[in-house]
């Protein structure tokens, strides 16, 4: 087994795919373009008074799963405040997107269900697939014509359609009014992970239905805390019928410790002052159509685009690799993306921008990037 464990790792050293992670407190990071922190919420002062009241009243951890001890009514306000916002009937807060994710599909889908999903959906999405059994069917990036042709091949199938809202590696936005029209005339359930769409997209900050003004009571949406919101954990909305399912029939709901008090008190906050912050979700907005004009400007390969997730398509394992590291060096940290997380020759840089990077820093990046490529 060791030898077995060992090739592997050789194998993807040899191919510059070997990753470990940074101690990021220990790096002189001046410009921080990798968060997700997208309003910068993880730092804000009045969260970190609620989530200190929350340990002093509740302590640090939760003692069990939710369906034992493990629910406080802050769990509850936490899913009455995301329901309210997102405009659905019901919430049930799990321990990550991720969670979320794989629970969906693996406790809703079974061998008698076809999973139609985006090409470059998250990975969760592809393991929440792979677990549930059903028959997955990727359907070409945001093309519907290609999900047509797919769906109309297969009709004893139970089906279900999944996308992100905002793609995590492309910071484009899935064409959701057209996947909710195919997802009725094919009788088909649409899902819809929203994480890097809740707190960014729409005026009020609740997501990309409310970006794209789309109704459609009968989409389950699926969230993180962990993007916008600064914190951590994941969420999924949707009709009371669906939310009660997952409550029944979710691992990793049933079978998972409650997240901590500090974390859902804090949560709570964070989405009540998200939902106020109009003007930083439009600078963020201006700051990403800025970033994507001077790229096409320099010529460089991007995708078009209103969000504050920026790929940079430069292309080869190690070319990526050795800019971002040099643009380390000079305290601008930009995360290379290799396979498996993009395909092979689609390797880039991905910029996520917070409302903390102003134009000037912008600029300075792309000064120092200027003089890499
Ligand atoms: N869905 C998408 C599109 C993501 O980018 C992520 C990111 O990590 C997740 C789900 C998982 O969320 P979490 O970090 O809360 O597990």
Redesign the pocket.
């Known amino acids: 087994m060791d030898s077995y464990i060992f090739n592997k790792l050789q194998n993807i050293k040899n191919e510059k795919l070997y990753r470990c992670e940074k101690n990021i407190d220990k790096l002189n990071i001046k410009i921080n373009l990798s968060s997700n922190d997208y309003l910068s919420m993880s730092k804000n002062p009045v969260l970190f008074n609620e989530a200190i009241n929350a340990i002093n009243l509740y302590g640090v951890g939760s003692p069990s799963s939710r369906l034992v001890s493990g629910n406080l009514s802050i769990h509850k306000n936490l899913e009455k405040t995301i329901t309210s916002l997102k405009e659905t009937e019901d919430t049930i807060v799990v321990g990550?997107?991720?969670i979320a994710?794989l629970g969906v599909l693996s406790s809703l889908c079974s061998k008698d269900f076809i999973i139609f999903s985006d090409k470059i959906n998250?990975a969760?999405i592809v393991d929440g697939a792979i677990l549930s059994r059903a028959k997955l069917v990727r359907y070409k990036h945001c093309d519907t014509n290609d999900l047509i042709e797919k769906i109309t091949q297969y009709s004893n199938y139970r089906k279900v359609i999944i996308t992100?809202s905002v793609f995590?590696m492309d910071g484009d936005v899935a064409p959701l009014e057209a996947l909710s029209e195919i997802s009725k005339k094919y009788n088909a359930l649409l899902i819809v992970?929203d994480?890097?769409g809740f707190g960014v997209l729409g005026k009020n900050g609740s997501g990309a239905l409310e970006h794209l003004r789309l109704k459609n009571e009968n989409i389950i949406q699926i969230g993180?805390l962990?993007k916008a919101v600064g914190n951590y954990g994941?969420f999924i909305t949707g009709k009371k019928l669906y939310i009660d399912y997952f409550r029944n029939f979710l691992r990793g709901f049933i079978y998972s410790t409650a997240l901590p008090p500090s974390v859902i008190l804090s949560s709570e906050k964070s989405i009540e002052i998200i939902s106020t912050m109009k003007n930083d979700r439009e600078i963020l907005r201006e700051n990403s159509i800025y970033l994507r004009t001077k790229l096409k400007n320099m010529k460089l390969e991007t995708v078009e685009g209103e969000t504050p997730i920026i790929p940079i398509i430069l292309k080869g394992e190690e070319k990526v690799l050795d800019i971002s590291k040099k643009l380390l060096e000079k305290g601008i940290y930009v995360p290379a993306i290799r396979k498996p997380t993009v395909p092979k020759g689609l390797e880039r840089i991905r910029v996520s921008l917070n409302t903390n990077i102003s134009k000037k820093d912008i600029d300075i990046f792309l000064n120092n990037l200027k003089e890499l490529i």
């Open positions: 990550s997107g991720y994710n998250h969760s992100d995590s992970d994480a890097h993180t962990s994941g």
